[in-house]
């Protein structure tokens, strides 16, 4: 993507939180974006980009226009060819009309977005309840075996709030509390809740608070016994695992457009941890096997 509007005036910009943890990680990405493509990019906070980002002047007032950044410290006055959100994923992200300001403006700009915020809201909690209900998969399949094939990966989920099917989804979670995860609409692992915790919340909590939450049926992965080294110190036990795989979409033109897998992740945590990820210090990174799954 960078590369479709790149030029010596054009770098990536990589939106990150003050202060950030994950510095580290970022750098060795953007330094290999140098090395290997010569992409050249910069770090930015949500704020910087108000307070140095503009829009270009163009005649046409409906088509969108280069994000332009200028005055940053340490920077030549740049364009932005992609802008590479690994911040902006919660509600502590913007904590004042800066923020917001900032993202006003990258939506409005000719900068390709990952993810743009259309696309960051198709994978909210909310709209993979939505997925789940009848006849909304099957909209958008291209046939009704391509439907099929997608539900029998789906665990079942509940809307809550005070209307009849929230009251029902929320008593369903309060009789069989171990059977489910009570979801909010946040990202990073630590936030959701489960067992106990989810009965008292969905007994508890207001319904209009609820109505933020998502409750679905929990899933039961395959335990397997192993060890797990963190802050170099090894421990084995029953572990469970997730396999995410990253897939790029380049969206433009129609005939300008590409999809293709990048890569996956492991994360490995004890079985008798609840939640959390990798950041959250409770998960590993992990190495897949593969194995022939009909001698199990």
Not at 57 to 85: C, I, R
Not at 132 to 155: H, I, N, Q
Not at 187 to 204: C, I, M, P, R
Not at 268 to 282: E, I, R, T
């Amino acid at each position: 993507a960078a590369r479709r509007l790149q030029s010596d005036s054009c770098k990536v910009v990589f939106v990150v939180q003050g202060g950030e943890r994950n510095r580290f990680d970022q750098d060795i990405l953007r330094m290999e974006m140098t090395r290997k493509h010569g992409v050249a990019a910069v770090r930015m906070t949500l704020s910087q980009i108000d307070e140095y980002g503009s829009l270009a002047e163009q005649q046409d007032s409906t088509t969108l226009k280069d994000l332009k950044v200028s005055g940053l410290p340490g920077q030549q006055d740049f364009v932005a060819s992609v802008v590479y959100f690994r911040a902006g994923y919660g509600p502590d992200d913007y904590p004042s009309d800066k923020e917001w300001n900032a993202r006003y403006l990258i939506e409005r700009a000719t900068a390709f977005k990952c993810p743009s915020i259309a696309t960051q809201l198709v994978g909210a909690k909310k709209i993979q309840q939505v997925l789940d209900l009848p006849g909304v998969v099957e909209k958008y399949s291209a046939t009704d075996e391509d439907a099929a094939r997608m539900r029998r990966c789906f665990a079942k989920q509940y809307a809550l709030g005070s209307d009849a099917e929230g009251t029902k989804a929320a008593a369903l979670g309060v009789e069989a509390s171990d059977d489910f995860v009570l979801k909010p609409q946040r990202e990073g692992g630590g936030n959701n809740l489960y067992s106990d915790d989810l009965k008292k919340a969905l007994q508890e909590m207001p319904a209009e608070d609820l109505a933020g939450y998502v409750l679905m049926e929990r899933i039961r992965p395959l335990e397997v016994h192993n060890t797990i080294l963190r802050n170099c110190a090894a421990r084995s036990g029953e572990v469970v695992s997730e396999l995410g795989v990253f897939t790029v979409m380049v969206k433009g033109q129609e005939a300008d457009r590409s999809a293709f897998v990048a890569g996956h992740l492991l994360r490995s945590k004890f079985a008798s941890v609840d939640d959390g990820g990798v950041a959250a210090g409770v998960a590993v990174l992990d190495s897949p096997r593969l194995f022939d799954g009909t001698k199990l």
